[in-house]
C-alpha cells in the first residue's frame, strides 16, 4: 500500500520526468550540432596533450647516436602555482567586469571589436603557425610515411623503408619498390613520370633548407626551415588576414579558436595534481557566480566577435532556395530574412576547453612517467648498492620520443613496430579516464542547457567530471600517493624529492647488466 510520502515523491518526480524527456524530444534535431561541439571541444585537447609529451623525470636522457632521432625540447612553459588558484579568479573576473561596463559605455561594441581582433591577429598568428604546421607535418607522415609494412602469406609483415635518394622502398631482405605510396596505395599505377614528381615532393616537404638572417651585428638568426614550415606560414597569414579584416565566418573563428587552445595547452602547466585541482576548484566556483548570478559572461561572450569561443550552427528551419536563383529574387530575399530571424549559433567558451583540458594533458604525462616509472621498477634486479654512499641506485630506461609518426603508425602493422613505433604506444589510464569524464560533463552541460534554456556554466559540470576520473583513477589503482607526490616543476630540489620517492619503492639486487645508465639519488 503506497504511503503519502511515497505519492508527494512521485508527485513530484513524475512533472521533472516529463519535462525532461520533452526536452530530450526537443534536442534531436540538435544532435548533429552537439555532436560537432563535443568533437570539437575534444580534439585540440586529444591533440595538444599528445603534442606536450617530452621526457619525464623516470626516464634517462636518450642516446641519439643509438636511437637516430633527438630528443623533443620542452618549450617555455608556464608552471602553475597554488597561489594561482586565488589570482585566476580575480584577474579573470576583473577583465570580464572592464570588458562588460566598457560594453554598456560604448553602446556600439565596433570599435571594440576592431582593437581587439588586432590584438588577437597579432597573438593568432604565431598560435596559427604552430597549429598549421603540426598538422601539415602529421599529414606528411601519412602521405609520406618513412616505414610502412605489406602483409605477408603465413609469415611477419613485409617491412618498407623509404630511400628517397634512390626513389625507392626497401626491405631488409633486399626487395624493392618504386612506388612512393604506401600500403596497399603502392599497387597504383602511377607511371614513371607521376611517381617521380611524388618522390620530388616528397623531399621537398623533407628536405630542411639553413636560414641566416641578420641585421647587422646586432640581430642574427640561424636556423632550419622546411618546405611545409613556409606553406604553414602562407596559410597562417592568410587565415589570419582574412579573418581580421575581409569576413569572420564561423569556420575561420573556429580554426583560430582551435590554435589558441592548441598552444595554450602545451605552454601551460599544472605542475602538480593538488595545484591543478585547486586552481579548477577556484574556476569552477568564479564560472558559477558569472553566469547563474550576473550578466556579464553571457553579454561579454555574445557581443565581442573575436576568437575567444567556438561557434557550431544550429538548424534554422529555412527552406534553401532552388540553385541558380537570382540573388535579387525574392526567395532569395525570404531566405535571408529568415536566416536573419532564425539562425542561431551553439559557442562553447576557450576556457571550457583550456581549463580541463590543462588537467588531462597533465593526466597524459604522468601516464608516461609511470610507464617508464613502472620499466624501471620492474628491473629491481639491476639495481645495485651505489658503492661510494651506500644507497640504492635505479636503473632508468632510456626515454624515446612518445610524439609524432602517426603515418607511421598507422601504415605499419603492430606485429611489425620497431622499437622507435613501440616506444610511442603506452598504457593511457588516466587520459582515457578523465577525457571520458570531460565528455560526460560536457553531454550534461547540454543536457542542462536544453532543460533550463539558459546559458550554463560549463565548469560546473566539467571540473567534477575530470576531477573526480582523474583523483577516482588513482584512488582505484592505489597510486595515490605516486600521484600525490608527482611534480613536473623545474625546481632542482623538487626533481630530487622525486627521485627519491621512486628510489624508496625500489629494492637492491645483485648485479648490474652493461649499456644501463644509472641516476643516482645524491
Known sequence: MATSADTSLAELLIPLLNEVMQALKEMLPLVPTYSHLVASAVFPIYTAAHAS??????????????????????????????????VFPLLAGGILASLYFLLKWLQDPYWLNTLLSLYFAWTGLFFAFKFLRDVLYTVRSFVFPSTYSSAAHGRL??????EPAKRLYT???????ASPLPGFLRHLPLGRRVGGWVWRAGRAFSTPAALHLGIGSVVTVDTSITLV???ALVGACAIVGVHTFVAKPWYLTNFLGFSFSYGALQFMTPTTGWTGTLVLGALFVYDIY????????????????????????????????????AEDSAVIQAYRECLAKKRAMAMLGLGDIVVPGMMIAFALRFDLFLHYHQRARKSTTETVPSPSNGKAEIVKTEYRSATGAWGERFW??????????????????YFYATLVGYVGGLVVTLVALQVMQHGQPALLYLVPGV?????????????????????????????????????????TADNLPPKKQLVSDD
Not at 623525470?57 to 602555482?81: C, D, H, R, V
Not at 553571457?298 to 575567444?308: F, H, S
Open 412 to 429: 605499419t602493422a603492430k606485429t611489425a613496430w620497431s622499437d622507435r613505433l613501440r616506444a610511442k604506444s603506452f598504457r593511457k589510464r
Open 171 to 177: 626491405t631488409a631482405a633486399g626487395l624493392q619498390t
Open 229 to 231: 614550415d613556409v606553406v
Open 467 to 507: 576531477l573526480g576520473m582523474f583523483w577516482g583513477t588513482a584512488l582505484v589503482t592505489g597510486e595515490l600517493k605516486t600521484l600525490w607526490n608527482y611534480s613536473e616543476a623545474e625546481d632542482d630540489q623538487k626533481i630530487k624529492k622525486l627521485v627519491d620517492f621512486s628510489i624508496s619503492l625500489l629494492t
Open 290 to 325: 558569472f553566469v547563474f548570478f550576473t550578466p556579464m559572461m553571457v553579454t561579454v561572450a555574445t557581443k565581442l566577435d573575436v576568437p575567444i569561443k567556438l561557434l557550431f550552427p544550429q538548424p534554422d528551419g529555412c527552406v534553401l532556395p532552388p540553385s541558380g536563383s
Open 53 to 86: 609529451l617530452t621526457r619525464p623525470t623516470s626516464a634517462a636522457a636518450p642516446s641519439t647516436a643509438e636511437f637516430g632521432e633527438q630528443e623533443k625540447k620542452p618549450e617555455l612553459i608556464e608552471s602553475l602555482t597554488p597561489g594561482d588558484a586565488l
Open 157 to 162: 609483415p613485409v617491412v618498407w623503408t623509404a
